[in-house]
């Protein structure tokens, strides 16, 4: 069974590593990615150098999808402030 890793995604440079990363993990090319995603090769690299021109969520997805990883979004901890002292 492959080991599961997670990456903080906050941001989309932190995307494009980890789409990058993933990709080289799997041994895949950016040709192959795209073929399997049916997005251009051209988009993954836009994608994996952090670019937004042409960034689409559905296409975000694909991608995604075509390399078995998955988007979980989690909420981060409000920081309030302590209350007042008496």
Do not use: F
């Not at 080991?3 to 494009?16: C, D, I, M, Q, T």
């Not at 799997?26 to 995603?37: K, S, Y």
Request: glycine fraction near 6%; charged fraction near 30%.
């Amino acid at each position: 069974m492959e080991e599961v890793k997670r990456y903080n995604v906050r941001s989309l440079p932190r995307l494009a590593r980890a789409v990058k990363a993933r990709r080289l993990e799997l041994g895949m090319t950016q040709a192959e990615l795209a073929l399997a995603a049916d997005v251009s090769r051209k988009w993954i690299g836009v994608l994996e150098n952090g670019g937004v021109d042409g960034l689409e969520l559905a296409r975000v997805m694909r991608v995604l999808d075509a390399l078995d990883a998955l988007l979980i979004l989690e909420t981060a901890p409000v920081e309030t402030s302590p209350p007042p002292a008496p």
